[in-house]
């Protein structure tokens, strides 16, 4: 089962330049106990983008070229998905913008952090999707600095 773990802003921003438009650290730690002791699946530009594997998780990466340092390199995404997505165990889909299009319409859960903020220069958009197709949990609102947002869980029908 795929589950998908976001952090966009109004219009969906997630990345400028390979690197996070928001640096929130309550959402951080809200993706550390999120995702700690899962599998992690990204995309390689995500993985180019953090500073060395995430500690306590399978560092899965998807290339069509060797990566270095992952816990596992895949280059053919329609067999894993076809083996994982109907599984019980829960595989964390972190990014980036190409691999979250690729994997939504598999994807269970969408543990998405809403931030009420715009970034005009963005280069990298989280998917549309259809709020209809999914149930939608508040987990909680926070605030940090000048951001406001909204850690929000939605699960397909
Ligand atoms: N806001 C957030 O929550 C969040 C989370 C994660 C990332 N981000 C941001 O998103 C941006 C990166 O996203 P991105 O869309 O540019 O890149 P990405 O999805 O992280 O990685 C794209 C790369 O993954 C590989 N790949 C993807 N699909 C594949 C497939 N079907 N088969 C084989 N390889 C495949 C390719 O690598 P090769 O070229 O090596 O084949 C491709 O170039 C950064 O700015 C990052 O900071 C934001």
């Given at each position: ?38 599998k992690?699946l990204m995309g390689h530009?995500?993985w ?11 560092n899965i990466v998807i290339s069509r070229?060797?990566v270095?340092?992952a816990d596992l390199t895949i280059s053919d995404l329609p067999t894993f998905i076809?083996q994982n ?6 595989i ?7 691999v ?58």
């Amino acid at each position: 089962m795929f589950s998908i773990i976001a952090a966009i802003g109004k219009n969906h921003e997630l990345g400028k330049n390979n690197s996070l438009v928001f640096h929130i650290k309550e959402d951080m730690r809200f993706f550390r106990d999120t995702t700690k002791g899962h599998k992690v699946l990204m995309g390689h530009k995500t993985w180019d983008s953090l500073p060395g594997k995430l500690p306590n998780r399978k560092n899965i990466v998807i290339s069509r070229n060797p990566v270095e340092g992952a816990d596992l390199t895949i280059s053919d995404l329609p067999t894993f998905i076809a083996q994982n997505k109907d599984t019980n165990e829960e595989i964390f889909v972190i990014g980036g913008g190409m691999v979250y299009n690729e994997l939504l319409k598999y994807a269970k859960n969408l543990y998405l952090t809403e931030v009420d903020a715009a970034i005009s220069d963005a280069d990298t958009f989280f998917p549309n999707f259809n709020q209809n197709e999914y149930k939608k949990t508040i987990i909680k609102k926070g605030s940090e600095d000048d951001l406001t947002y909204t850690f929000a869980k939605y699960i397909k029908k």
